[in-house]
């Protein structure tokens, strides 16, 4: 099993990102994918959630209504669509499924 996550970096308060995490060595399709973060001195979060063939979607409090998480079961790949971001959102994003975690992406919400 193989994660790894993309498209992290530094970004102004209210911009946007798009986080990318490539799966391998399972079959993807059949599994719940998940989006965590982890901001300096606190615990690891759960930020999103996506169900298998239906694309159910669940989110943090904290991130409704700015963030999307979408899937291509084509592409083995899961997505974060980040909007509206705030320095709050400052962390690094781990991909994690079947068991596996990814290396994590920064990032950094900062002026």
């Known amino acids: 099993v193989q994660l790894v996550e993309s498209g992290g970096g530094l970004v102004q308060p209210g911009g946007s990102l798009r986080l990318s995490c490539a799966a391998s060595?399972?079959?993807?399709?059949?599994?719940?994918m998940n989006w965590y973060r982890q901001a300096p001195g606190k615990e690891r979060e759960l930020v999103a959630t996506?169900?298998?063939?239906?694309?159910?979607?669940n989110y943090a409090d904290s991130v409704k209504g700015r963030f999307t998480i979408s899937r291509d079961n084509a592409k083995n790949t899961v997505y974060l669509q980040m909007n509206s971001l705030k320095p709050d959102d400052t962390a690094v994003y781990y991909c994690r499924a079947n068991g596996a975690w990814g290396q994590g992406t920064q990032v950094t919400v900062s002026s």
């Open positions: 996506i169900s298998t063939a239906e694309s159910r979607t």
């Open positions: 060595g399972f079959a993807f399709s059949r599994y719940i």
